[in-house]
């Protein structure tokens, strides 16, 4: 069965650093990957997806994540954050070919410091 | 507490059928959203709730879709008329003012 681990629940990071939100999944297929950002009082908002081809993929405001298939693990980096960037992060994951249903990891929380 | 449940699990219906899909939030979430999700598009926010009062619809696809939240523990998604290219996961998911966001286990909605 898939499941998402989201390993921080919570990463304060000062403003301007870099910063990485750690996510591994599990699944027997190939998947598809997704990392979604929820600002406060607001629904969820695509991020980045993983498809297919390049590893490394490049998202909406700065933010990129690379797949990487041996550590089954997606992380999602940048390189200098900021105040607004203060928000909750979702992984998740789909099965790749089979099934529509995607499964999110638990969320963790960026905490930007000034 | 439950979480969020939504119901049905799986609806298969025929073009043109109405559909209804209901979400109940976790107890004292103010903030309610209803996503479509497919492979390739990912997770599409279609609606969002906030004390029971639609805040934001611009993701709703077109007339046939509509939502409703007549009090704080209970919603609908309906279709009217449902066609094939509204197969997807639909799910809904609930929130404390400023908190993050639990989800249902989603509806798996087939219309053929």
């Known amino acids: 069965a898939q499941s998402v681990t989201q390993l921080d629940s919570q990463v304060p990071v000062f403003e301007e650093a870099p910063v990485e939100l750690r996510c591994n999944y599990s699944?027997?297929?190939?998947?598809?990957l997704f990392w979604y950002v929820q600002y406060p009082n607001q629904g969820l908002q695509l991020l980045l997806k993983?498809?297919?081809?390049?590893?490394l993929v490049k998202g909406i405001n700065g933010f990129e994540a690379e797949f990487n298939k041996s550590q089954t693990s997606f992380h999602l980096r940048k390189p200098s954050v900021h105040i607004s960037d203060t928000a909750e992060y979702f992984c998740?994951?789909?099965?790749?070919?089979?099934?529509?249903?995607?499964?999110f990891g638990k969320g963790t929380r960026l905490h930007i410091l000034p | 507490d439950a979480g969020v449940i939504q119901s049905p699990r799986h609806e298969v219906t025929e073009m043109g059928q109405e559909v209804t899909l209901r979400c109940k939030p976790i107890s004292g979430h103010d903030y309610l959203f209803w996503y479509r999700q497919t492979m390739m598009r990912g997770l599409e926010l279609l609606i969002y709730f906030n004390n029971n009062v639609p805040i934001d619809d611009s993701g709703m696809p077109e007339d046939r879709f509509s939502a409703k939240m007549p009090n704080a523990s209970f919603s609908t998604l309906k279709i009217q008329p449902s066609e094939p290219r509204d197969s997807a996961v639909y799910f809904c998911?609930?929130?404390?003012?400023?908190?993050?966001?639990?989800f249902g286990q989603g509806t798996r909605l087939t219309v053929v």
């Open positions: 993983y498809l297919s081809g390049s590893t």
């Open positions: 998911a609930s929130s404390i003012s400023g908190g993050k966001a639990f």
């Open positions: 998740a994951v789909s099965d790749r070919g089979r099934d529509d249903k995607i499964i």
């Open positions: 699944s027997s297929v190939s998947v598809y």
